[in-house]
C-alpha cells in the first residue's frame, strides 16, 4: 500500500501508481480491463458523493499506455444513470482520455450468484467478461456502514433493487468482496464527505 498526499488529484494518482511499480505491473496487453469510481449519485465534484473524474481519468490514462484489449469505466448508480455520470464529471473525464464508458442501459446482463444468501443477481456484463478489475472508490461518510471505501463500491456492480443488501449490509459488504477480487484498488481521499452520507447534503 502506499499513500500520495498533494493538492491535485491526478498527480497524486499516478504517482501512487507509480510508487507500486506502475501500471504495467497490474495490466497486460491481453486484458479487457474494467474501472468501477463510484459514481453513485447526481453531485458535482465538490459535494464528495463520487469518485473524482480527475482520479478516474488517471487511472484510465495509465491503462491505457500499457495498451490492453479494451478499457471500460462502469458503475450502476443509485440515482438517474446518465444525470450521475454527467454531473459527476466521470462521464467526461474518461471519454476525454479514452475510455469505453458504458452505462447500465447500454450493457447486457449476466446472472451470477452473489453468495448462497443473496443467491442469484443480474450483474453487468463488464464485470463479468473483465479480466482485470481495477476498484477505484471515494472515501466517505456511510450511514449505515460508517465508511465507504473499496469493499463497499462492489454494490454498485448491479442494477437490481438493491434494498436488500441493506438489510445485513456489513455482512453483503463482506460476501461481495469475496466474489469480486480487484487486481488494484486507488481509493480517493481527495476530499472527504464526512457527514449525510453516502449521498451528501446540498
Not at 35 to 64: D, F, M, S, Y
Not at 105 to 119: A, D, F, K, W
Not at 146 to 172: C, D, E, S, V, Y
Amino acid at each position: 500500500m502506499v499513500i500520495a498526499h498533494g493538492a491535485d488529484p491526478a498527480v497524486n494518482t499516478r504517482a501512487a501508481i507509480d510508487r507500486l511499480g506502475g501500471m504495467a505491473r497490474f495490466v497486460g496487453a491481453e486484458d479487457v480491463v474494467v474501472i468501477k469510481p463510484n459514481i453513485g449519485w447526481e453531485r458535482n465534484v465538490e459535494q464528495a458523493a463520487n469518485t473524482h473524474p480527475a482520479v478516474v481519468a488517471e487511472v484510465t490514462r495509465a491503462c491505457l499506455e500499457v495498451g490492453p484489449q479494451r478499457v471500460i469505466v462502469c458503475d450502476c448508480p443509485v440515482s438517474n444513470p446518465q444525470r450521475a455520470f454527467e454531473r459527476s464529471g466521470i462521464l467526461e473525464a474518461a471519454t476525454e482520455v479514452g475510455a469505453e464508458v458504458i452505462m447500465p442501459h447500454e450493457s447486457t446482463y449476466n446472472t451470477v450468484m452473489l453468495s448462497e444468501r443473496l443467491g442469484t443477481w443480474d450483474v453487468l456484463e463488464p464485470f463479468v467478461v473483465a479480466t482485470k478489475l481495477i476498484n477505484v472508490p471515494v472515501a466517505k461518510h456511510h450511514n449505515l456502514s460508517g465508511t465507504t471505501a473499496g469493499m463497499k463500491n462492489w454494490i454498485g456492480i448491479t442494477g437490481k433493487f438493491r434494498g436488500m443488501f441493506h438489510t445485513n449490509l456489513q455482512r453483503t459488504i463482506a460476501e461481495l468482496s469475496a466474489l469480486m477480487r480487484p487486481t488494484l484498488t486507488v481509493v480517493d481521499a481527495s476530499r472527504v464527505l464526512m457527514d449525510t452520507g453516502p449521498e451528501g447534503g446540498s
